[in-house]
């Protein structure tokens, strides 16, 4: 999708700081040294009790359109801060960094390494704005979708947020993220094309405000599209709208063609979906469907249900799009190693004040452990020490420990997804990834799927993972 929209122009799709700290690494010579960083973030979106990696797809298209212009140079030279030398180096740059990362669609939690990146220290800086774009907002939009799909209970979920989304990008990377996070199709058509994602549509209230009178809008519209009849019928009367769709339905019918449902839009929906289910039954229409819209959310798609609604289908838009309430997902890209060229490997801490910003040191992976192949606890540890003995320390307050047994079958969850530069990964169809958020959405415990007071599932740090940290802490400090 990115080589579609832009070619390769995406060099300074990143902070001035990164820019100015690459030129200083040159000029200093420490950008012969190798790095590692990593992704991660501290808080589950939404007040939630998991989170939904998803945007890896155009995080390694970045990779083959990463290169400076001449005419991204030309600009960055009359900024007064780069020598000629620098620019040329730029000009000559390429990423040669190894990526591990977390497919996209997996179910991963606060402090967990979702993204790992392992190279010369330049292209690691130059790394951090684009990937954090990329993989923040489409892990926020896909868990918000997978938390709306959890509260539909297994009701179509269809996306139709565009008009409401921040921008042409945003739009795009939000229809992409939330087809993995689970709705059946977007209303998107520029998604449809560059993603292949499912689309669906049929009329809006400006459609039937054209004519006289609300039967002969949806009887025009049945006579240009007798297969994509589901109407909107609450541009005058809800209830009154959905007699006329089951007039239509009946021609319709008379002629080979059946009526896909009706659209509520506005109103007591869980009161009129009662009505209009009711007559649509009635009528002998059993099988179309009622959806309902209006600024939902998985919290009011909740409350629906409990209250009995009979919407069949759900769309949502703004509230999905947006984050809602929730604009971006904190996620963090910190040093965690560094090294001189053909050294060995030096771990790196950052303090904080704050407990909960002080980061892991070290090159990171996550093993979650399975019982009955249901996740049991997920453990952070370094590639150099090994994943231990199954004990899981907690991050932040670490009196808290879960030992599971060193026989629990397990997977590492960061794969191998570059290697010098070059993708080594075979990427999955977005409707594979979707399969894969749908299955480990519905393998997390009950209470991790819950909109209040979300389970706490257990993530810790290795042991001796742990003690490192501590010490490093210590030191620092001393």
């Known amino acids: 999708m990115l080589e579609e929209l832009y070619g390769p122009r995406l060099a300074l799709f990143t902070d001035l700081y990164q820019l100015t700290m690459a030129f200083a690494a040159w000029k200093s010579g420490a950008h012969e040294r190798e790095a590692v960083f990593h992704h991660f973030f501290r808080k589950a979106p939404f007040d939630g009790g998991f989170t939904v990696a998803a945007g890896l797809g155009p995080a390694l298209e970045l990779f083959k359109l990463f290169r400076f212009q001449s005419d991204d140079l030309e600009w960055l030279g009359q900024q007064g801060l780069f020598d000629d030398g620098f620019l040329q180096y730029l000009s000559e740059l390429q990423l040669t960094c190894d990526v591990d990362a977390v497919p996209e669609g997996t179910v991963v939690f606060p402090y967990e390494p979702v993204l790992r990146v392992q190279g010369p220290i330049i292209p690691c800086m130059l790394l951090e704005t684009p990937l954090l774009n990329l993989l923040n907002f489409q892990t926020l939009i896909a868990t918000k979708a997978a938390r709306v799909c959890v509260a539909a209970r297994g009701d179509p979920v269809l996306e139709f947020g565009l008009r409401r989304a921040q921008g042409i990008d945003g739009a795009l990377l939000a229809s992409r993220a939330a087809y993995i996070g689970g709705v059946e199709s977007t209303s998107n058509a520029m998604a449809g094309k560059l993603l292949g994602i499912p689309v669906r549509g049929t009329h809006a209230h400006s459609w039937v405000m054209l004519f006289d009178d609300e039967l002969h809008a949806f009887r025009e519209y049945a006579g240009a599209l007798p297969g994509n009849c589901l109407f909107l019928v609450d541009t005058f009367d809800s209830l009154q709208g959905v007699a006329h769709a089951i007039t239509i339905g009946r021609e319709l019918r008379a002629h080979g ?41 998985e919290r009011v798609i909740e409350s629906l249900k409990l209250q009995g609604a009979r919407i069949g289908t759900w769309g949502v838009g703004t509230q999905l799009v947006t984050g809602g309430g929730e604009g971006a997902l904190a996620g963090v890209y910190k040093l965690g190693a560094v090294r ?22 070290g090159i990171l992976q996550v093993r979650r452990f399975l019982h009955g192949g249901e996740p049991a606890g997920d453990c952070i540890y370094d590639v150099r020490l090994g994943p231990g003995d199954g004990t899981l320390v907690d991050p932040v307050d670490p009196t808290r420990r879960k030992r599971l047994p060193e026989t629990t079958p397990w997977e590492d969850l960061l794969v191998p997804a570059v290697r010098g530069g070059k993708s080594v990964y075979a990427t999955p169809s977005l409707a594979d990834s979707r399969a894969r958020c749908l299955a480990q959405v519905a393998r997390l415990p009950a209470g991790s799927r819950r909109f209040a007071n979300p389970h706490a599932y257990p993530v810790g740090l290795e042991p001796r993972l742990h003690e490192r940290r501590t010490r490093m802490i210590l030191e620092a400090r001393a």
Do not use: Y
């Open 257 to 297: 063609h059946e009526l896909l449902g009706v659209r509520l839009d506005s109103g007591d929906l869980a009161w009129l979906s009662i009505q209009a289910r009711r007559m649509l039954d009635e009528a002998g229409f059993p099988q179309a469907r009622v959806l309902g819209s209006n600024d939902l959310d």
């Open 340 to 361: 001189e060229p053909g050294g060995e490997w030096q771990s790196r801490i950052k303090l904080s004040e704050q407990t909960a910003k002080t980061t892991t040191p």
